[in-house]
């Protein structure tokens, strides 16, 4: 029981671990930077959110506006989930309820090998005369 237990935590603690802070690029003046289009467009962002700097290459305007727009959300985008706080909690939620599922389990189990125990004293415990009456 205490290795699955055990087995979980370290998976959680490896989801945590792998959540993004690694993934975090801050340049020299506090932005978080962003790009797309195979390095076309390039973007920062401060830390509050705020765009700081855009950057499209020349050559991205040859083809339809929406892929211009396209290039310019999604390198955004990308640049504010790089600021700090900004992460993916999905694996560590799964996780979490995997760990769940398994402490429910073994709660049960304990309960019922409380019970079971209760259960077995009190049969092998000798009746009182309050209890005979």
């Known amino acids: 029981m205490s290795a699955d237990l055990d087995d979980l935590i370290a998976r959680a603690r490896t989801a945590l671990a ?13 932005t978080y930077v962003g790009t797309a289009a195979d390095g076309l467009v390039r973007v920062e962002v401060s830390a509050v959110g705020r765009l700081t700097s855009l950057q499209i ?7 339809p506006l929406e892929d ?47 019970a079971d125990v209760t259960g077995h004293v009190q049969a092998a415990r000798p009746a009182t005369s309050a209890e005979a009456s």
Not at 18 to 30: L, N, P, Q, R
Request: no cysteine; charged share 30%.
């Open 68 to 114: 211009v727009a396209d290039a310019a959300r999604s390198a955004i985008n990308v640049a504010l989930d790089r600021r700090p706080g900004q992460v993916d909690f999905a694996p560590v939620i799964d996780v979490v309820r995997a760990t769940q599922v398994q402490a429910r389990r073994q709660l049960d189990e304990i309960t019922r090998g409380i």
């Open 18 to 30: 792998e959540g993004g802070a690694t993934d975090v690029v801050e340049s020299e003046a506090g």
């Open 57 to 63: 290459d020349p050559q991205l305007f040859d083809g």
